[in-house]
């Protein structure tokens, strides 16, 4: 139609050209071309609207057409037979839909990072080219349930696995103290005085879930030396010290109990040295024991260094007496000839290390 339009000024433009020449032959062509562009300028317009009309009827058939068999399609529930299967560990949990119609699409959202509690909302659409169906919702939300996921509070933790930890601790310690302990010092007691429970505070990645860790005192009775005038003379002594079991990543089950792997506990066995001499000779010789000299000491290399990237809670407490254990109790005067009777129970726990004798 543009063309058209074009082709006529441009034959208008030559006629007045014409005119100005007075060429009268040139004018009455000039005036049948104007002639011929407006008609096929006319006609091209009636087939436009034309192909306009057909095309709005066709549209408007087939909307019609839509629209009955939107009327007449069978309504369905697209959620009917669906299920949400949750994967992995909270939160970090995943979503995926199982089962529904196989007429249907379904997405999920969000379908990651997932904990119980959440809220999950899928939708639902027609498959392309099915029409004998219709939706009766296209939208719906589930409550995220079922993960196991790691525990974030000490009361998450029932009594009964706390008893399995402390079962493995105090087997840990046995073995300790029958593999480390000798003649010259006996574990006299030991005492678990209660828990600290780390976890990582949100947003920071340490590579650990929480840690539990029971933490115990104990008193080893140690075959020391003591200065009598020029001399040194044998005396026993108890010594405390302090010393913890630690657990990891502990998980929480959908059925409420509670998952730990007990072979990944973990025995402090660090020393520091006492003041008590073990032996005289070429030397002087202290006895050190193994765990931290105070209860502070132990709460400042587990808590205190940790406290920017760590959440805690910490029950213990140093009068506790449950969990109290005693073994080969022996007196701090009885002479050095006693202890040979608690060999079975002794331990290299307490060891010594020569140092200067000023």
Do not use: H
């Not at 302990?181 to 505070?201: E, I």
Request: include cysteine; aromatic fraction near 8%; charged fraction near 25%.
């Amino acid at each position: 139609m543009k063309k058209r339009i074009t082709a006529v000024v441009a034959v208008c433009a030559v006629l007045l050209s014409f005119t100005g020449c007075g060429k009268q032959s040139e004018l009455e062509t000039g005036l049948k071309m104007i002639e011929q562009a407006a008609a096929e300028a006319e006609k091209e317009a009636s087939e436009e609207a034309a192909r306009s009309e057909r095309e709005a009827s066709r549209q408007a058939s087939r909307e019609a057409s839509k629209a009955a068999e939107i009327a007449n399609a069978e309504e369905i529930d697209p959620f009917e037979g669906v299920d949400i299967e949750y994967t992995g560990m909270a939160p970090n949990g995943k979503a995926a839909v199982k089962g529904g119609n196989g007429n249907v699409t379904y997405s999920v959202t969000p379908d990651k990072n997932l904990k119980n509690g959440d809220t999950v909302t899928v939708k639902a659409e027609l498959r392309p080219g099915v029409t004998a169906y219709k939706l009766s919702g296209d939208e719906k939300e589930f409550t995220v349930d079922g993960l196991a996921g790691y525990v974030t509070a000490l009361d998450e933790i029932p009594q009964e696995t706390k008893d399995k930890m402390e079962k493995q601790a105090d087997d840990l310690i046995t073995a300790f103290v029958a593999n480390q302990y000798d003649d010259n010092a006996s574990l006299k007691s030991k005492q678990l005085l209660g828990y600290y429970f780390l976890t990582p505070k949100e947003g920071f990645e340490v590579g650990i879930n929480n840690e539990v860790y029971l933490v115990y005192k104990f008193v080893s009775t140690l075959n020391t030396k003591v200065k009598s005038g020029d001399d040194y003379k044998d005396k026993k002594v108890n010594a405390s010290s302090y010393t913890y079991v630690r657990f990891r990543d502990i998980t929480s089950m959908p059925d409420g109990t509670c998952s730990v792997d007990l072979s990944n506990g973990y025995l402090y066995q660090d020393r520091f040295e006492t003041e008590y001499i073990s032996s005289v000779g070429w030397g002087i010789n202290n006895w050190y024991l193994y765990g931290y000299k105070d209860i502070d000491s132990m709460f400042n290399a587990v808590i205190a260094k940790n406290i920017a990237s760590y959440n805690y809670e910490n029950t213990v407490k140093e009068d506790a007496t449950t969990s109290e254990t005693t073994s080969d109790p022996v007196s701090s005067t009885a002479d050095s000839s006693s202890a040979q009777s608690s060999k079975a129970a002794s331990s290299k726990a307490a060891s010594s290390k020569t140092a200067s004798s000023d």
